[in-house]
T-cell receptor, first 116, second 110 residues
Framework: DAGVIQSPRHEVTEMGQEVTLRCKPI?????LFWYRQTMMRGLELLIY????????DSGMPEDRFSAKMPNASFSTLKIQPSEPRDSAVYFC??????????????FGEGSRLTVL | AQRVTQPEKLLSVFKGAPVELKCNYS??????LFWYVQYSRQRLQLLLR??SRESIKGFTADLNKGETSFHLKKPFAQEEDSAMYYC????????????FGRGTQLTVWP
């Protein structure tokens, strides 16, 4: 298995544009997580899904952010409109469990977003 | 509420020196604690879990419930240990998610 696959790896866009980040989890994993990493705030959980259903989206910053998981092998994180403060590395992770007991989440390589 | 605190954003040591990355947590229940590591240009990955009581790459971490700490230690740091380290808390339930600290960037100088 190639692991969790994210695209694009790098995205540079202008303020106000729509950004879509994509994730393919490891086959068979029931949980999918979207995290945002910044120097100031570290690693923040934005949202996570179980069997394609959003379980906790309390970390989504505001209405400009939305996430979907139309099937077990694909998820998107969309920012519309994007703002410079959204610049960060966005990670997708998947797991067999939510991670609270085993601790093992499998992370993708991340999507580095720069909003000018 | 559960919280993980890593008081140092940056930590620098020289090769061969001992290193300790601090992690404190707040949680009233029975916690599960973990350390994740992100080497340059690599994926974030699980380093060790307290329940395993294991030593990985020379690192150990002991859960101290009295002090609510889970500090990561290595007696002799190596240059290849330079990385970002995240402490994470689980609530000991198969249904519970992980809570991450803000991370500590460790630099080991030659």
């Amino acid at each position: 298995d190639a692991g969790v696959i994210q695209s694009p790896r790098h995205e540079v866009t202008e303020m106000g544009q729509e950004v879509t980040l994509r994730c393919k989890p490891i086959s068979g994993h029931d949980y999918l997580f979207w995290y945002r990493q910044t120097m100031m705030r570290g690693l923040e959980l934005l949202i996570y899904f179980n069997n394609n259903v959003p379980i906790d989206d309390s970390g989504m910053p505001e209405d400009r952010f939305s996430a979907k998981m139309p099937n077990a092998s694909f998820s998107t994180l969309k920012i519309q409109p994007s703002e410079p403060r959204d610049s960060a590395v966005y990670f997708c992770a998947s797991s067999l469990t939510p991670g609270g007991y085993t601790g093992e989440l499998f992370f993708g390589e991340g999507s580095r977003l720069t909003v000018l | 509420a559960q919280r993980v605190t890593q008081p140092e954003k940056l930590l620098s040591v020289f090769k061969g020196a001992p290193v300790e990355l601090k992690c404190n947590y707040s949680y009233s229940g029975s916690p599960e604690l973990f350390w994740y590591v992100q080497y340059s240009r690599q994926r974030l990955q699980l380093l060790l879990r307290h329940i395993s009581r294991e030593s990985i790459k020379g690192f150990t971490a002991d859960l101290n419930k009295g002090e609510t700490s889970f500090h990561l230690k290595k007696p002799f740091a190596q240059e290849e240990d330079s990385a970002m380290y995240y402490c994470a808390l689980g609530r000991g339930s198969t249904l519970g998610r992980l809570y991450f600290g803000r991370g500590t960037q460790l630099t080991v100088w030659p």
